[in-house]
Structures are given as structure tokens and as C-alpha cells.
């Protein structure tokens, strides 16, 4: 099973457009306010400040999740790529990628917080005592392209366990 979330991305670069977009005419409006306020004798409060902090979460927020997600199962071999969305199709940046033999892989787990979800990948190393984990953001997965990995993970952890 081969896989990816370029459909689902698409909207994120809009999103951090919109932000950009709102954070600067809010800086504008902010300046403004100051200009007038030195006239009046009126003090600038958190209040003003607020959207332009709220807009910067949303900003960090978008970042941390807007990954492009590639799966493959396909073959002797698990790829997993996680890849930034902006220049992906220029140059690769935040670029977390696994690729092993389906024979070394031990578990994984599935976590979904409503607005954040990861795949956390367990795998059997020579050099390394215990498993080593591989954390991949799966957050603009669909459900369907979701369950079809669970399945095919859930088919070579079953395939490991019954060949030891």
C-alpha cells in the first residue's frame, strides 16, 4: 500500500497566508493606535496585543503540523517520510524519514488528540539496546488512508510475532 496526504495539505499554505495577512494589518491597526493614543493620553492594554498573540499561536500551530506524510508497504521494506509543505517540490526541509525491513518492525502506536495525531514507530536495532522509535505527524491524514496503514501495520506486526 503506497500513499500520501498532498490532497489534504493543500489547504495549509493558504492558512499561513491568511495569518501573515491578518498579523500585519492588526500591526498596522496597533501602530495606529499608538499614534492616536499619544494625542488622547490613552495607554495601549493587553487587549490590543491579543490578536496578534492569538495569530502567532495559530502561526507556530500550523507549522508544527503542516507536514506532507508519505507511506509505503510495498516490497520487503516500511518507508515513512514526513516532509515540510512550502518548497517540498523545490528542495526538502523538516525532513524525518525511516525506511527499514518489515522484519524489524516490533509495534506501533496510533495517537489522536482531536487536533494533532502521530504515528509512533517501534524498531528492533543491532547497535541499540531496545527498540528505536520514529515519531511521524499524521495529522492531515484521512481516516481512510489512516486505516489502511493501521491495517497493514497491524499485518506485518502479526506476520513478526508469529515467525518468533
Excluded: C, W
Excluded at 498596522?28 to 493620553?41: K, L, R, W
Aim: proline letters at 2%.
Amino acid at each position: 500500500m503506497r500513499f500520501n496526504n498532498t490532497s489534504e495539505i493543500k489547504i495549509v499554505p493558504s492558512v499561513y497566508i491568511l495569518i501573515v495577512a491578518a498579523f500585519i494589518t492588526n500591526l498596522f491597526v496597533n501602530i495606529e493606535i499608538m499614534a492616536s493614543s499619544s494625542e488622547t493620553e490613552n495607554t495601549m492594554t493587553f487587549s490590543h496585543f491579543l490578536p496578534n498573540i492569538i495569530l502567532l499561536v495559530f502561526g507556530v500551530y500550523f507549522h508544527r503540523i503542516g507536514q506532507l506524510f508519505e507511506f509505503d508497504s510495498d516490497g520487503e521494506t516500511l518507508n515513512f517520510k514526513n516532509n515540510g509543505v512550502f518548497f517540498s517540490k523545490f528542495m526538502e526541509y523538516r525532513v524525518k524519514r525511516a525506511e527499514f525491513p518489515k522484519s524489524k518492525l516490533v509495534k506501533f502506536e496510533m495517537s489522536d488528540y482531536g487536533i494533532y495525531s502521530s504515528l509512533k514507530i517501534f524498531i528492533t536495532s543491532r547497535r541499540k539496546k531496545g527498540p528505536r522509535t520514529y515519531t511521524f505527524n499524521t495529522t492531515f491524514l484521512n481516516r481512510k488512508k489512516r486505516r489502511g496503514m493501521i491495517d497493514s501495520l497491524n499485518k506485518v506486526v502479526a506476520k513478526n510475532k508469529a515467525i518468533s
